[in-house]
């Protein structure tokens, strides 16, 4: 079988090899563990609060991993974490505010999420009950809401004025730009739906960039934070709001196991954040963790999670945060503007460390993409 760029499978096997050598970042090793307890997550920033209150409770001995993440999840979710976490961020094309959130523990590989949560803004809080109280994975929508409700929580109005302004300027003044539809009339990026589909020849070599256009997505962050006690037990888990101006129903990679975050503790832990419609196509919180059972570091298989993407999707962005069971870390990157970050603390650190990740550049000979 030829590989799409004709080229043997050995050639590629060895340009792939070459590319991993010439632009990893800095170099190929991790970084060492601060020890145990330990926590780390996506993005700095606001972000660090919930670092360190995640950090600050697993101090105390009868904090478990599992809380420590609902507890650093929910501070970004009360403090509506740059946006992209919490009530009021990210509205749909209606203006609303709908949640994701996974948690999932490392012990049992039992995770509880929800999706498309509406009018509840302690999203972590229910998917930690999904996992406790129930024997699913993932709960949706409306139905999620109640079940919320039965379980507790309160029901409350996701959108704020703030929300309704950018809300107005994204439809009046910017004539609904940037959104998600395509393959519609009229067209979604000249101007505001009703849209109605466009007829696809599925048999036409053009159909493939149609479906799948590798431009960059309007940016959306995420908080993804994993978790070690002081005795080594891992949880890792994903609170967003998802993209801003998604269509409305639209479930991003967050709750999605595998995908938002991922932990097995036998092996370590792995949380992201980026472009959720594509990253999810990819699962590379699973892909990284697996990358870590087969012997990679962590730096190793955050790279080759990302490069996996970017491999079929140049323009993606993401953002690969991967920690072993003793606590080492990397990350990688793709796509940002700026530059990705992410947030760890452990062991007797007095303080929070932000590490920078570049972007990882691929050479146009491996791109897949027409
Ligand atoms: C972080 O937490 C501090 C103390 O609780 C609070 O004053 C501050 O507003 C928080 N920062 C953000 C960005 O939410
Ligand atoms: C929610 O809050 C927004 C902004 O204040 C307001 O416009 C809207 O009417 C509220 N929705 C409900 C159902 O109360
Ligand atoms: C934190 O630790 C560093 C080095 O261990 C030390 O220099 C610094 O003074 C400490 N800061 C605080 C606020 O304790």
């Not at 996992?131 to 409350?156: K, R, V």
């Not at 959108?159 to 302004?165: C, E, I, R, S």
Request: proline letters at 6%.
């Amino acid at each position: 079988m030829g590989s799409p760029l004709g080229l043997s499978k050995a050639a590629l096997a060895l340009s792939f090899q070459t590319v991993i050598f010439l632009s990893l970042p800095s170099s190929v090793y991790a970084r060492p563990s601060p020890g145990w307890p330990m926590v780390i997550n996506t993005w700095g920033g606001p972000f660090v609060n919930a670092t360190d209150a995640a950090y600050e409770a697993l101090l105390r001995r009868d904090v478990s991993a599992l809380d420590a993440v609902e507890i650093g999840c929910t501070v970004c979710e009360e403090n509506q974490c740059d946006g992209s976490v919490g009530f009021g961020g990210s509205p749909d094309e209606n203006c609303e505010t709908t949640l994701d959130a996974m948690i999932m523990d490392g012990v049992t590989m039992k995770s509880g999420a929800v999706a498309g949560l509406r009018r509840i803004k302690n999203a972590i809080g229910v998917a930690r009950a999904v996992l406790e109280y129930t024997s699913h994975t993932l709960l949706a929508g409306d139905l999620a809401t109640q079940f919320a409700i039965d379980n507790g929580f309160q029901e409350e109005n996701l959108t704020t004025d703030a929300t309704l302004a950018r809300c107005a300027t994204w439809r009046e003044g910017n004539n609904c730009q940037p959104n998600y539809r395509q393959n519609v009339s009229p067209d979604a990026s000249a101007g505001c739906g009703p849209y109605t589909p466009l007829a696809l020849d599925s048999s036409s070599p053009d159909y493939f960039g149609l479906i799948a256009p590798d431009a960059a997505q309007a940016s959306h962050d995420t908080i993804s934070l994993m978790a070690i006690d002081a005795a080594g037990i891992m949880a890792a888990g994903t609170s967003t709001n998802g993209a801003s101006f998604k269509v409305p129903g639209r479930v991003g990679d967050g709750p999605i196991t595998g995908s938002g975050s991922y932990v097995d503790g036998d092996v370590g832990a792995c949380g992201a954040t980026g472009d959720g419609d594509i990253m999810m196509r990819f699962l590379p919180c699973y892909q990284a963790v697996e990358n870590l059972r087969r012997g990679m570091n962590p730096e190793e298989a955050a790279y080759d999670a990302v490069l996996r993407m970017v491999r079929k999707y140049p323009a993606v962005a993401s953002g690969i945060v991967v920690v072993d069971k003793d606590g080492e870390h990397g990350a990688a990157a793709s796509g940002w503007g700026g530059t990705f970050t992410y947030a760890f603390r452990g062991g007797l650190m007095n303080a929070t460390n932000v590490v920078g990740v570049p972007n990882i550049c691929v050479p146009d000979s491996l791109k897949t993409q027409p």
